[in-house]
């Protein structure tokens, strides 16, 4: 097996589980030559002569082929990759918000250097979704990938919804549990999610999607009464991260969106840090992808096998094609709208209605909408309003 030398950016939760478990498991004939690193100072688990905070020095080291970035900061991770890949080195990133922001001129990167660009650990964790949408998936014909791909929001809602935290303290559980970002506004307003849909969609459909036109709403407008409804009709709310094709298979709608889905159901019984994706495809049906979404040895296996990847020289091969998106909100759909009885539900926003209800100080609307309406008044961002889909 080809021997692998890496320079690894990053000593963070991912990136200390990736050299506890090279340390410890020399099978794979790979180890690390330099870690990188911002803050000399802290005290870290491995020998002091393995930093440095020169990033050159490993970019421009003939001896390091590979490097493997998991860092924080989108715009660092952005120069190292793409210096890497022109310098020849291939490249394993778990930065999500960079490749979802870059995606296209990455891979044009990669491809023009001839290097290897894999990250599956961006995507859902130790979950081996990217790979498989790539190969399995390469010729029957995907009509929907849908799921929970943020761990930390599956976490908190858990904590919230079964075990009764507040809102505070499981996010604090959660960051404690390595599980958060470190700016956890990215999780829990959906961005992350989002942009794990973005990638998802190149791999699964061929279409690269800004992350701003996917619908999105988080979980921090959610209000008590919503998990009451939900446990009066045996629901759990899910925040999914949705992509279908239409009637005419192309694809044309793409959410993250609060869903109440059946407790028993599979969506239901995905608990805590786990993500869950179903792949809808004409021939299979259904397919369900089941695992730990988060934390350091979960994201460290994903790490793990794009390294295991590389040393046969294992490059995507973007084979649905690599085309831009073009958003189109005119599907309907059915959505439970809910906001103090002060503000009222704006009854316009929907085509039909399905149940109406209103007390002394809560008012929601459950019916159809088409998903433009969706866009309007910027209801998708009103901390005050409730959006939770029942499709
Ligand atoms: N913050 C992310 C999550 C980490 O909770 O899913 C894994 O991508």
Redesign the pocket.
């Known amino acids: 097996m080809k021997k692998v030398t890496i320079g690894l950016f990053g000593f963070g939760v991912v990136g200390e589980g990736i050299y506890q478990v090279l340390s410890e498991k020399q099978a794979l004939n790979a180890s690390i030559k330099k870690v990188v690193i911002k803050h000399p100072e802290k005290s870290r688990n491995a020998p002091a002569e393995l930093f440095t905070t020169d990033a050159d020095e490993v970019l421009h080291d003939d001896a390091i082929d590979l490097i493997v970035e998991l860092i924080d900061d989108a715009e660092a991770a952005y120069t190292i990759v793409t210096n890497a890949m022109r310098n020849g080195k291939s490249v394993i990133s778990?930065n999500?918000k960079m490749i979802a922001e870059h995606h296209l001129e990455l891979i044009q990167i990669s491809r023009d250097h001839q290097v290897s660009f894999l990250y599956e650990?961006?995507?859902?964790?130790s979950v081996p979704i990217i790979r498989n949408l790539e190969e399995y998936f390469d010729n029957d014909l995907l009509i929907s990938v849908e799921g929970i791909?943020?761990?930390?929001?599956?976490?908190i809602l858990c904590k919230m919804l079964q075990e009764g935290e507040d809102y505070a303290n499981a996010l604090h559980h959660?960051q404690v549990s390595g599980?958060?970002?470190s700016n956890?506004h990215?999780?829990v307003e959906g961005i992350?999610?989002a942009y794990?849909l973005s990638i998802i969609g190149l791999h699964a459909f061929g279409k690269q999607i800004d992350v701003g036109e996917i619908l999105r709403k988080g979980i921090t407008s959610l209000h008590p009464f919503d998990f009451q409804y939900a446990k009066e009709k045996d629901y759990v709310i899910k925040l999914i991260a949705k992509a279908t094709v239409n009637e005419h298979g192309e694809l044309d709608t793409l959410s993250v969106l609060p869903t109440f889905v059946s407790r028993s159901g599979i969506f239901g019984q995905t608990n805590n840090?786990y993500?869950g994706v179903v792949v809808g495809s004409v021939l299979a049906d259904e397919q369900f992808f089941y695992g730990k979404?988060?934390?350091r040895f979960p994201?460290s296996s994903a790490v793990l096998s794009d390294i295991s990847a590389y040393t046969y020289q294992y490059k995507y091969g973007y084979k649905k094609g690599l085309t831009p998106f073009r958003p189109n909100y005119d599907r309907t759909g059915r959505y439970y709208i809910a906001c103090d009885k002060a503000l009222a539900v704006d009854r316009a926003l929907f085509d039909e209605i399905d149940e109406e209800f209103i007390n002394h100080d809560r008012s929601y609307i459950i019916g159809k909408i088409r998903q433009k309406n969706l866009l309007l008044n910027g209801i998708l961002n009103n901390p005050q309003i409730s959006i939770i889909s029942l499709n």
Do not use: H, Y
């Open positions: 778990a999500k650990a961006a995507v859902c964790g791909v943020n761990g930390s929001t599956n976490f959660a599980f958060a970002e956890p990215l999780d992350d999610a794990k840090e993500n979404g988060a934390g994201t």
